[in-house]
């Protein structure tokens, strides 16, 4: 373990405060308002209609932090930084900023949780609005774009012609896999809402017509059944060990015999400290969800072998939510 001195702890303390401002930046889409041309901080509180004093000192602190530049009495943004965070370019991560601005709001919750466990929502609750669900929604398809092609590739679904993505978003690892295997179809099963923003998703994929949309909450439903293979990315860490090995089961029996179940996720090791993401993202599922949490490679196997599943399997290891587990249908 290496050393630690009095400046880093300082340092660890404060880091807060740079995200904070960015993610106010975010919310209030300055990046956006600042590409057509500069503008001064008296023109954007008019724009936006707010104080004066409380936007020119967050527009500063983004100016030194290289997020914006000052010019004079104006401001604007580099391309460089508003094709990442503008809400109007392509493949901009400003979704994914947005819902950490989400996640901040619960874990300022944490002290008072860790002393006294309430009841939370489930993750993405039926409470949650709209516009935080986008914002969600969003935030996983950054997340997954630049990792769904190595993802199928890991998984190898060249002999799996139909598809289960459950809890899949967007539809981005979907379009994934039709994309590397061309007689593949698929459903992609998800909450109500989440299907209308996958339907305006997957329309200019070219693939919908090889893609059932399918409503449902998998705590409650059913799957249809005669699939070949299931993808679970990104859903049993929301689940207590009880509510995954009933989601196990449901996609146990919507499998065809000798079909492959594969889930992506955090895999912890058994001290529950590396890889530190996954211990960090255990603390964002303590603030979140009732009973979410990471788990090992064993926990995840006998929650499988309950559900009847066989030959289960690490198949990938990984630090940033790419470790990929698999387990077949005797």
Request: a neutral charge; one cysteine or more; aromatic letters at 8%.
């Amino acid at each position: 373990m290496e050393s630690i001195d009095q400046t880093y702890l300082l340092n660890l303390a404060r880091c807060f405060m740079e995200s904070r401002i960015l993610l106010s930046g975010a919310e209030l889409d300055l990046f956006t308002h600042l590409i057509p041309r500069p503008l001064s901080a008296k023109e954007l509180a008019g724009k936006l209609r707010v104080d004066l004093r409380g936007i020119t000192i967050l527009l500063d602190a983004l100016s030194a932090m290289n997020l914006l530049v000052k010019e004079e009495e104006t401001y604007h943004c580099l391309s460089s930084i508003s094709n990442l965070l503008s809400s109007d370019a392509q493949g901009s991560i400003l979704p994914w900023v947005l819902h950490m601005a989400s996640v901040w709001k619960r874990w300022s919750s944490l002290t008072g949780i860790v002393q006294e466990p309430r009841s939370r929502e489930r993750f993405l609750g039926p409470s949650q609005n709209l516009k935080d669900l986008k914002a969600f929604i969003g935030a996983m398809h950054v997340i997954a774009s630049p990792l769904a092609s190595r993802i199928v590739e890991a998984v190898n679904p060249c002999f799996s012609r139909s598809l289960l993505d459950v809890g899949g978003a967007m539809g981005t690892y979907t379009v994934a896999f039709l994309q590397a295997v061309p007689e593949m179809k698929a459903t992609l099963f998800d909450r109500r809402e989440v299907i209308e923003i996958a339907r305006q998703f997957l329309s200019q994929s070219g693939l919908l017509h090889r893609i059932t949309l399918l409503p449902g909450d998998f705590y409650r439903d059913e799957f249809p059944g005669g699939y070949d293979l299931a993808f679970v990315s990104a859903i049993i860490h929301q689940n207590s060990p009880e509510e995954n090995l009933s989601l196990f089961l449901k996609i146990f029996r919507s499998l065809e015999a000798g079909g492959r179940v594969v889930i992506r996720d955090h895999v912890i090791e058994s001290d529950r400290i590396r890889p530190k993401e996954g211990a960090l993202f255990a603390v964002n599922m303590l603030v979140s969800t009732a009973g979410g949490n990471t788990y090992t490679f064993e926990e995840i196997e006998t929650g499988l072998a309950r559900a009847g599943f066989i030959r289960i399997r690490l198949l990938q290891v990984g630090q940033q939510m790419d470790a990929l587990v698999e387990a077949f249908k005797p």
